[in-house]
Structure formats: structure tokens, C-alpha cells
């Protein structure tokens, strides 16, 4: 099955830096790719994805990156504040049209924004 | 806006018990899942559901059944809680995609 891995497991910038999250997936038939935050004490919630047809897309802030060839994909959060701080976790899984989404996360980057 | 609602926050149950998480949504989505968040090792799929009456085993399915008797909601059992079952369940639902979230189940087994 599918196998994603992520790195760092923490990271702390200092507030206006910028911070990459990167991930890496097994399965090359994979073709959607979400990121959700998770604050403390709260639920996931998907702040981007990425389809395997694009190879980057930019919301405000947050940028990700998706390289298929080498089979991993990135989270790029530009000009960092304070209420970025949470766990991402990444996801891949193969999409298909009218049926579910069979997920499979990252183990989390727990990011710290320091003032 | 979507609205996935587990029943309970928190839960205590002893080693045996058998232990039912609830899980509703209200968007009519077809898809419904299970999974385990615990430290260092993410968000791991236990069941999922396409359909009314229908499941599909996850990524760790062991000591866990499902149950999809009506549309909006999906129910996770444990047959015979043991404390290795501690940890934060969520549920998520969908149309196709992405995933909506509830709030999670922080579950302890005594």
C-alpha cells in the first residue's frame, strides 16, 4: 500500500520567515494530495490540495509544490505569524471519480512560530 | 458548512468492555471514515464506508468493526476494549473529496 513519509517532525521559524514542510509517497499511481492543520485540541481542517495534473498552487500565503517524478510534494507557508503555529499533516491517496478517497497521512510537523 | 459531530469529547471505558463511537454528519455525503490519531504516527485509517450497509476494512482494522445502518451516520466498535485501544478516534465524511473532520473521541482504556 501506500507509504507517506514527512519531515521535520518540528520546526520553529521566527514570525515573517518562511517554512517548507516536505513529503514523500510510494505509490505512483497516487494523485491527489491535501494538507490539513490541526490546532490544539481541534480537528483537522484542509487549508490546500493539489492534484497530480498541476504542479503547483498558491492560496495567499500558502503555496504547495508537487513533483511526480520524483514523488514528493511540499507545503510552503510564506510570511509566518503566530496562529500558524499547529501540527500539518500531509496525505496522499489514488482518487478516483464517484468513490472514496482512500487517505494516507504523514506523522505531522508540529510548527512553532516564534515572535 | 459541513458539520461531522462524534458524540462524545472524552470517554473512559475498562479493559473488555465492548465500546460504540458515533459519528454524524449532515451534508449527505456518501463517504464516511474511522481513523486513529497518536503521537508520532499521524492519522491512521481504521474503516471506511461508501455506502449504507457498506465498509471496507483500513489500514489497521483489527479489534474494530463498523456499522452503517443509515446514511448520516457511521459507528465504530470496539468488541472487547483493551488499553492498547487508547487514543483520539475521528471521524471524517465526504462527498468524494477532501475530508471533513469532527471534533475526535479522546478514548482511555483502564
Known amino acids: 500500500g501506500e507509504n507517506v513519509e514527512q519531515h521535520p517532525s518540528t520546526l520553529s521559524v521566527q514570525e515573517g520567515d518562511s517554512a517548507v514542510i516536505k513529503c514523500t509517497y510510494s505509490?505512483?499511481?497516487?494523485?491527489?494530495f491535501p494538507w490539513y492543520k490541526q490546532e490544539l485540541g481541534k480537528r483537522p481542517q484542509l487549508i490546500i490540495d493539489i492534484r497530480s495534473n498541476v504542479g503547483e498552487k498558491k492560496d495567499q500565503r500558502i503555496a504547495v509544490t508537487l513533483n511526480k517524478t520524483a514523488k514528493h510534494f511540499s507545503l510552503h507557508i510564506t510570511e509566518t505569524q503566530p496562529e500558524d503555529s499547529a501540527v500539518y499533516f500531509c496525505a496522499a491517496s489514488i482518487g478516483n471519480t464517484g468513490t472514496a478517497s482512500k487517505l494516507t497521512f504523514g506523522t505531522g510537523t508540529r510548527l512553532q512560530v516564534t515572535l | 458548512d459541513v458539520k461531522v459531530t462524534q458524540s462524545s469529547r472524552y470517554l473512559v471505558k475498562r479493559t473488555g468492555e465492548k465500546v460504540f463511537l458515533e459519528c454524524v454528519q449532515d451534508m449527505d455525503h456518501e463517504n464516511m471514515f474511522w481513523y486513529r490519531q497518536d503521537p508520532g504516527l499521524g492519522l491512521r485509517l481504521i474503516y471506511f464506508?461508501?455506502?449504507?450497509?457498506?465498509?471496507e476494512k483500513g489500514d489497521i482494522p483489527e479489534g474494530y468493526s463498523v456499522s452503517r445502518e443509515k446514511k448520516e451516520r457511521f459507528s465504530l466498535i470496539l468488541e472487547s476494549a483493551s488499553t492498547n485501544q487508547t487514543s483520539m478516534y475521528l471521524c471524517?465524511?465526504?462527498?468524494?473529496?477532501?475530508?471533513?473532520f469532527g471534533d475526535g473521541t479522546r478514548l482511555s482504556i483502564l
Open positions: 464506508s461508501y455506502d449504507v450497509k457498506m465498509k
Open positions: 471524517a465524511s465526504s462527498k468524494i473529496e477532501p475530508q471533513h
Open positions: 505509490d505512483s499511481a497516487s494523485n491527489y
